[in-house]
């Protein structure tokens, strides 16, 4: 089982950033997925969750209307499309596959919102 994530990096405020996460070694499809995060000194925080039924969402308040949480079956990949980003979404962004009582994580990416 493996998850990566990949796209993070620094970014000035206001502005965007993709993060993906490509799953292998398991049924993608039937696997909610997650991604969290964690900044420096606070504990991992869930941002948006995608289901595995009919992919619908749920968000974090602090990243509603902002971020957008997507899925591709058939690439096996799970994506954080992120705008107007802001200085307090710095963290490390983690991928989290979860069903049948079982979940996955990812190693992370970072993510600085810094002019």
Same mark, same amino acid.
């Given at each position: 089982v493996q998850l990566v994530e990949s796209g993070g990096g620094l970014v000035q405020p206001g502005g965007s950033l993709t993060l993906s996460c490509a799953a292998s070694g398991f049924p993608f499809s039937r696997y909610a997925m997650n991604w969290y995060r964690q900044a420096a000194g606070k504990e991992r925080e869930l941002v948006a969750y995608i289901s595995s039924a009919d992919s619908s969402t749920y968000y974090a308040d602090s990243v509603k209307g902002r971020f957008t949480i997507s899925r591709d079956n058939a690439k096996s990949m799970v994506y954080l499309q992120m705008n107007s980003l802001k200085p307090?979404? *710095?963290? +490390?962004?983690?991928?989290?596959?979860?069903?049948?009582?079982?979940?996955?994580?990812?190693?992370? *990416?970072? +993510?600085t919102v810094s002019s």
């Open positions: 307090e979404d *710095t963290a +490390v962004y983690y991928c989290k596959a979860r069903g049948f009582s079982i979940e996955f994580w990812g190693q992370g *990416t970072q +993510v």
